[in-house]
Structure formats: C-alpha cells, structure tokens
C-alpha cells in the first residue's frame, strides 16, 4: 500500500531549493516529478525565463474541476549573517521548520500537493483536480500565473473553482479566509524647480516646499472610510529622495513615490485621475513642474460569501472546530489574476512570519492544512 504523501516533508524539500525570484531551483522539477508519478498530467508552462508548472488529474474539461494556486518563489534572504538558520537548509528545531518560503508559501503548496496525490489515489473523484504553481508571485507576476491562464486558455483548460494557498491566518489556523483583496498602486512623482545658491532664494525655485505640501494633501486626504468588506483606501508616503548633499544649495528636482491600497469605491483609473489633480495643483502653486508616473498592482475584488468561502469554512471548522473570518486585508496575490478565470478564495497557514530573517513554520500546522485542504476535497467532490 502506498504510504500517504508526508506535507512537512515535502516542505523540507521544496524548502532546500533556492528559488529566489525568478531561480526555479529545482523546486518545480520536484513537484513536477511527484505530480507525474501519481498520476498527474505534468507539463512546465515557462514564458521568458519564468518556470511554471501545470498539472491536472482527470479529464479534460470536466464540469467539476477543482483548482488550486500557488507559487516557489521566495523572497531574497536579506543579511544571511543574521539567521540563525541557512535559510535554505530546512532545520528541524523543537517542532519548527526554518527556512525561506517555509511560511510564505512552499508549505501551501506541499499541504495541497500532498491532499490532492492521496485523496486521487484512495478515493478516486468524479471530476479533475488542477494545480497552477508559478515560480514568479514575489517578483515583477507578468510571466507567472497569467503565463499559466494563457497557457489554459488556449489549451481549454478550466477551473470551476479555486484557492490560492497562501498564508491567510493571523494567529491560528483556520482563524481567517481571504474572499478578495484591496487594489494596488504606485505613483512616482518628480517634482523640478531650479537649482540656486541657498542664499539668493529669488534665484532659484526650490521643490522639497513643493514635494512636501504634495506629500501633506496625498496622505491627509480621506479617500473613503471603507465599504461592507474592504477597509478605507490609504495613501503612504513610501520615500522622498533628492540626493542633495550641500546644504548651501537649492536642489533643482527632487522625487516622492507613494503606495495606495484602495477599496471597490474606486478604480485604477479614477485614482490616477485623482493623483495628477494633486499634482497639477501643487505644481500651480508652487511653480514648479511636476510629473507622474504610476504602475497598478492590481484592481480591488470581491468574491462575494457563498458557495465557495462556505465550503472552505465548513471544512475548517470540521477540522480545527475554528468559524474563519472573511476577510479582505493584506497585500495583493495571484488571485489577482485568478479571478478573472473563475471563483477564488485565499486560504492558508499562520503568515505573521513570513519574509522575515529565520522565517519558520509550525510543523504541526502544515500537517493541519493538509486535512483540511483534505476536507475541502472531500466536500466538493461528494
């Protein structure tokens, strides 16, 4: 009898491969190997240099086929001097494992991976199973998992639903289901006067008054104060640099970037519109000239509580006796991209340790998520 697929040590493995953005690292070669061998259709989906993986138990096109999102690609280690741990070595210690993307989300994907290769093997569903892991979720995200939807486009591949397993929970497992998350966004401003001598101010036209009375309007303006499932919009002032380092002269430019997360009240577009209002506004009374550009994340979305975030909450609650708050919070992620393919729902570990020096994860739970991702499996496919 084949012996169930053991997640944490898997995670240990997936753990062991360097796969800093965009190194694969060997880490999808693994899961593709695993996949293959249970069964699995298995096929690398790379687009410029950036390793995907595709894989799908069942048929083609089936009416019910269950879908699950994830990625490889850590985070860099930042001052290796400072772990206590090699961050690629996978340490056991009093019931944690160390180790970078151990959180954040390789155990995600090994929990998942290890549910979805035993639960085809002793129980057979009616219906396919498809697993879209990228190798480029903490990096640029334009050859990752839109590569893979493309790739499935063209291929008539299709998921009826799907979770994204990254780390969702603030404390506990089970404590909390992402149903959406706020949009994204970065403005980078340039603010130009004209440099002078600090002395002869009628001479020269300085930017930092400029670049702080817009700093001041963008983060004291309230946008919104949220709506039924997302939290106010926020505009953060991230840095301001002139790179000036005589204090006796007036700099000629100088330049801001900020972040915005932003609610269903508003889009992209309408915040841009907004952004260069500010701008052009400052810029009359200041006479400087000031210019823009802005890069969009992501647009803010909603699954809306129901079929899908029931089904997940259900089988949490099962399993750990947890009710799983829907939530909206945390940054962006690749269901982002998954919503616009179908239904999509955010759940997984304990995340308050993820991206940071010795990142560790509790072996405990990574057995935990595997039951219920277990659960969820059973569920959906009874």
Known sequence: MTQPVDPAELTADLVRCPTVTPAEGG???????????????SIR??????????????????????????HTDVVPVGDEAAWTHPPFGADLEEGWLYGRGATDMKSGVAAFVAAAIDFTRTTPPEGSIILAITGDEEGPSTDGTTAILDWMAAEGEQMDICIVGEPTCPETIGDMIKIGRRGAMTAHFTVKGKQGHSAYLHKALNPMPAVALLAHRLSTHVLDT?????????????TIDTGNPASNVIPAQTKMTVNLRFNDTH??????????????TVADETGTRITMETRISGEPFLTPPGGLSDLVAKAIHKETNQNPVLSTTGGTSDARFMKTH?????????????????????????????????????????
């Open 342 to 382: 179908c239904p999509v729902v955010e759940f997984g570990l304990v995340g308050h340790r993820m991206h940071q020096v010795d990142e560790r994860v509790w072996v405990q739970d990574i057995h935990d998520l595997k039951r219920i991702y277990s659960r969820i499996l059973t569920d959906y496919f009874s």
């Open 45 to 70: 989906v790379d687009r410029n240099g950036t390793p995907n993986l595709f894989a799908r138990w069942g048929t083609k096109g089936h009416a019910r086929t269950f879908g699950f999102n994830g």
């Open 226 to 238: 949220g709506t039924d499932h997302f939290d106010p919009t926020t505009c953060s002032v991230t």
């Open 27 to 41: 880490a999808l070669d693994l899961l593709q190997a695993a996949l293959a061998d249970a069964g699995f259709l």
């Open 267 to 280: 889009t992209g577009a309408s915040l841009i519109a907004w952004l260069q209002d500010q701008a052009d």
